[in-house]
């Protein structure tokens, strides 16, 4: 399904930043510099990010509260309202482990709308029950209106979740001049 509402230059910087960034070296082993001399681990990362988009499920997101630490704005309090949205596509690897690609929108701290699209990958504990813990990162281009009117920004965030049955509670922070900021997000698998 194309994404019509992001410009195609974004979409190719997108492109290029998330397979750069989801590309995994490969773990330490006596195999280990000749895969990576002859390319495997290369399209070994390709299929992370290729994998969600075909043969992926799809995920719902609904974003909802930001913490912020630090002063305020202007003697104004920011934004901690974060309602907004998006979808995505997930595939679940054989270790029970998670490739993501995500759309979502949201108004940020000033109250501007703040797009994001990115590729995500999660490590998980093992089920206790329908509860798992999970952790890992995220590679996105996003665009804000007080950074360069919406030019794409690249970000590399951490993720933590903690997921029951199909539905996941969410959340990064982000570092900032004075202080940081901590967003949470709901995700329910179909």
């Known amino acids: 399904m194309p994404i019509m509402f992001i410009p195609m230059k974004i979409q190719k910087i997108f492109c290029g930043i998330t397979a750069a960034i989801a590309l995994q070296l490969p773990a330490f082993s006596a195999d280990a510099e000749h895969d990576h001399v002859d390319g495997r681990w290369i399209d070994s990362a390709s299929q992370r990010v290729i994998n ?25 309090k920011l934004n901690d309202k974060t309602y907004g949205g998006g979808f995505g596509r997930r595939w679940v690897d054989a270790n029970g482990h998670e490739d993501l690609l995500y759309v979502i929108g949201f108004p940020d701290s000033y109250h501007h709308f703040q797009p994001a699209a990115g590729y995500m990958r999660q490590w998980f504990t093992k089920s206790i029950g329908p509860l798992s813990l999970g952790g890992g990162f995220t590679a996105a281009v996003t665009a804000r209106a007080d950074i360069l009117h919406y030019s794409p920004l690249p970000v590399l965030l951490p993720v933590g979740s903690i997921r029951f049955n199909k539905l996941s509670l969410m959340g990064t922070m982000l570092p900032r001049k004075k202080g940081a900021l901590g967003i949470i997000w ?5």
Do not use: E, M
């Open 52 to 76: 969600p988009y075909r043969h992926g499920s799809w995920d719902i997101y609904i974003t909802g509260y930001a913490w912020h630490a630090g002063p305020l704005f202007n003697g104004k």
């Open 186 to 190: 709901v995700r329910y698998q179909f």
